[in-house]
């Protein structure tokens, strides 16, 4: 059983951006529904849980980049001080032990090993940027034919295939995302989310975000619920910050206009084209980027491939 370290969540299916869009963009009621269903509270705590307190973040800069230096090392000596023994995988748990991270002791690396262990993080950063964003392994591609890539090779959530663990798509999934579930990694047609990440044009250059870029989304658009493009930071993995409220639109932002024959073509770049404003996305000159395709309610042209969504095509 959990013990006093543990916490409990109660969440909904969808998140409140999720359920706003669903909920006809009425972003009060996504907001009520997710307070009305989400708790986080201690385990012990479970017989009597207190009032979740919700912190509005809309329009607030904050941090959520791990560090990329020594000091990830004690980022994570400090969850393991805080959180029960066995409260992570002990291969993970040893790994950390091995280099001095251990629960009730001081981490206190001398001048060697902080020189070595400095010398990792550079490594290991570059070492999984490059597998996020210069991918070999072939089943990582969701298409043959497209830049299009997927962060769920295997479909499993613990990146099992055969009794293998394939480590490097670990890497790839945890070093550009966060948080995995079974249902993210085995979608079922008509519920949840499917995701596809891009960061090169249809000639297989990197995205710059001086340039200007047009992709286009063949009709019908495989989706029960909506679809949407969200732009990252290549250097952060965090949302590209720019002169637009979100980094992105969907298929119920306002202004958005389809083509006649039902397909939409979204545009990238630093300015919106003339007569493109309710289709554009506003990248950042200097700024590598990347963005998620996701579609929420996936149908099954997606999961045949029947349904490809363009590369990325430069305009100028």
């Known amino acids: 059983m959990p013990n006093e370290g543990y916490f409990i969540v109660r969440s909904p299916t969808y998140t409140v951006w999720q359920l706003t869009r669903i909920m006809n963009r009425d972003l009060a009621a996504g907001v009520q529904q997710v307070k009305d269903t989400m708790r986080v509270y201690p385990w012990a705590q479970r017989d009597n849980p207190p009032k979740t307190k919700f912190v509005n973040l809309s329009g607030l800069k904050f941090n959520t980049v791990h560090a990329n230096n020594f000091e990830v090392y004690e ?3 400090a969850v393991i001080q805080k959180e029960p023994g066995d ?14 991270i251990k629960k009730g002791q001081p981490f206190a690396p001398d001048d060697r090993m902080r020189a070595i262990l400095t010398d990792a993080v550079a490594v290991g950063n570059a070492t999984a940027r490059a597998i996020v964003f210069a991918q070999r392994d072939r ?13 769920f090779i295997g479909g499993s959530s613990e990146f099992y295939d055969n009794g293998e663990r394939m ?7 945890h070093y550009y995302a966060s948080g995995i579930t079974p249902a ?14 891009a960061e090169r044009d249809a000639n297989g250059d990197y995205l710059d975000g001086g340039k200007t870029y047009r992709i286009t989304l063949p009709a019908p658009i495989p989706m029960k619920d909506f679809w949407s493009f969200m732009v990252y930071d290549n250097q952060s993995r965090s949302m590209l910050e720019t002169d637009q409220k979100s980094a992105g639109l969907d298929s119920n932002s306002r202004g ?3 083509n006649d024959d039902g397909s939409y073509t979204i545009w990238f770049g630093p300015k919106a ?7 554009w996305v506003q990248t950042m000159p200097g ?25 990325f095509e430069l305009v100028k």
Do not use: C, H
Request: charged share 20%.
């Open 287 to 311: 700024k590598g980027w990347n963005t998620l395709l996701r579609l929420y309610g996936p149908l099954q042209p997606w999961f045949d491939k029947t349904w490809k969504p363009g590369d």
């Open 273 to 279: 084209p003339k007569g493109k404003e309710g289709n």
């Open 256 to 258: 958005l206009v389809a």
């Open 75 to 77: 980022e994570l000596n």
């Open 184 to 197: 993210m990694a085995q979608p079922v047609v008509g519920k949840g989310s499917v995701y596809a990440y």
């Open 139 to 151: 089943r990582g591609f969701y298409y043959p034919d497209r830049q299009w890539k997927t962060n």
């Open 167 to 173: 480590l490097d798509s670990r890497v790839l999934f």
């Open 87 to 100: 409260a992570l995988p002990a291969e993970l748990v040893g790994t950390l032990a091995s280099i001095g």
